[in-house]
């Protein structure tokens, strides 16, 4: 027996990242915090593109529709200037929209900079993958995804991943299940109603699952 794994997208949008001009942090970024924050087994699958709207919408598709992606997380392109277009780009390849994630992350961000109002990151679902559009710069990033705490620990922001686990949950399918996410609990706890929590005895399913 192994445990099931989870297929996350990991998406950076930059122009300047994708020709170059300097090295991309938001995908090592992103691998980083998630190595630590989940116990489940990972396949990351990563992409860095630039800011082109048809670019960002075509790896979007690809990685739900054919890489069967269960999560994608994208950053960067998410502001107001003329060239951050990845919310548009979200919002076209989607079946519904999320708008919790992207009111939770500016409130996190409201907290340290007033021009979180300019954010415009948005979640949605296409079939059964969660698409979260995150910000661009790396500490932005695991402070959205964790929340906030308090000298001791305790939270004070509910951070946005607290709620993935739960929504992969709802996402299943007889013809697709979805990997039950179990996190580490000193980064961020998920939540779940009581009647959707398993033992950990159930989580484990038959090796031939595995991502490799």
Not at 125 to 141: D, H, S, T, V, Y
């Amino acid at each position: 027996m192994t445990k099931e794994f989870i297929k996350i997208g990991l998406v950076s949008i930059s122009d300047r990242a994708s020709s170059g001009v300097y090295e991309d942090q938001g995908i090592p970024t992103l691998k980083s915090w998630l190595d630590q924050a989940l116990l489940t087994p990972i396949q990351f699958i990563a992409r860095l593109i630039a800011d082109e709207q048809s670019d960002i919408e075509s790896t979007l598709k690809d990685l739900v529709d054919f890489e069967e992606c269960h999560l994608i997380l994208t950053t960067g392109g998410t502001g107001p200037a003329l060239r951050d277009v990845t919310p548009e780009a979200t919002i076209n390849v989607s079946d519904k929209i999320m708008p919790g994630f992207g009111e939770q992350m500016r409130q996190i961000s409201l907290n340290f900079v007033p021009t979180a109002i300019l954010s415009r990151q948005v979640a949605v679902i296409r079939k059964q993958c969660l698409i979260i559009n995150l910000p661009g710069q790396p500490k932005a990033i695991a402070q959205t995804l964790e929340g906030l705490k308090g000298e001791n620990g305790e939270i004070k922001t509910h951070g946005i991943f607290a709620a993935v686990p739960y929504c992969l949950d709802l996402l299943a399918t007889p013809e697709r299940t979805m990997p039950y996410l179990e996190t580490n609990e000193s980064i961020v706890k998920a939540f779940r109603p009581k009647s959707a929590t398993k033992p950990a005895n159930l989580v484990d399913i038959p090796s031939d699952s595995n991502p490799n």
